[in-house]
C-alpha cells in the first residue's frame, strides 16, 4: 500500500469512526447534552453505560490519535504545494489531534474512578462534594479548554491550511480546498463558546453550529479521501 492510497484511507476512515462514536455517545449517553446536567445525574448514566459506555469513549479518544499520522500524510501527498504551508499545516495538524484526545482521554480513565466514588453507599456528603469539585475542574480545564477550545481553534487553522495547500496542489482538484478555507474560520468561531462573558453558560449560537461545522468537515476529509483514491 503507497502512502497516497494509506492517505486517503485514513481521510475516509477518521471521520467515519469518529462520527459513529459521537452517534453511540449521543444514543447510549445523551451527549453532549448530559454534560448540563448537576455532576451527579452524569455520573449515574455514566455507570448505567457500563463498560460498553466506556469502552466507547476509549474508541472515541483513539480516533483523535489517529487524526496525527492522518495529517502527516496528507502532507506529504499534496505534492506541489508550497513545503512551509505543508510543515506548518503539519504541526497545527498534529497539536490539534494532541490537545483533543487529551480532552477525551479523561472519560475512560478518570471519570470511571469518580462515578464508582459517587456511587458508595457509605460516602460522606464532603466526599460526593469532592467528586462534584474534581468532575466540574476537569471537565472545564480538559474538556472545555484544551478539548474543545484548543481542539477547535487548532483544527480550524489546520483546514484553512489544508485548504490552501490543496488549492496549490495537484493531487486533487483545486476546488477541494475551498471548502477547508470556508469551514476552518466556523471552527475557529465555534472555540469562542466558553469565552469571556460566555465562560458560565456558553455562546449558544457557537453550540448550534459546531455540530453541523464537523459534519461539514467530516464530509470534505471523505472527499479529498476519495479524490485522492480516484
Known sequence: MNTVTLTALLLIGVPLAFNAAFALLAARFGYPDILRRPTADVLARFRQGGATLT?????????????????????RAMSGADDTLLAVGATVGVLA????????????????????????????????EAVDVVFQSVNRYLGVAVGEHLGYL???????LVGAALW?????PAWLGLPGIVI????????????????PNGWKLAGAITPLAYIAWSLWLVAVGVALLV
Open 97 to 128: 489531534a494532541l490537545v483533543q484526545f487529551l480532552g477525551l482521554i479523561r472519560w475512560p480513565f478518570l471519570v470511571p474512578y469518580l462515578a464508582r466514588v459517587a456511587a458508595e453507599p457509605d460516602a460522606s456528603a464532603a466526599r460526593r
Open 168 to 172: 496549490q496542489s495537484a493531487a486533487v
Open 55 to 75: 469502552l466507547i469513549w476509549w474508541a472515541f479518544a483513539l480516533s483523535a490519535v489517529l487524526f496525527a499520522p492522518l495529517v502527516v500524510l496528507l502532507s
Open 154 to 160: 487548532l483544527t480550524g487553522a489546520w483546514s484553512v
Open 184 to 199: 476552518g474560520p466556523i471552527l475557529m468561531l465555534c472555540s469562542l463558546e466558553f469565552v469571556g462573558a460566555f465562560e
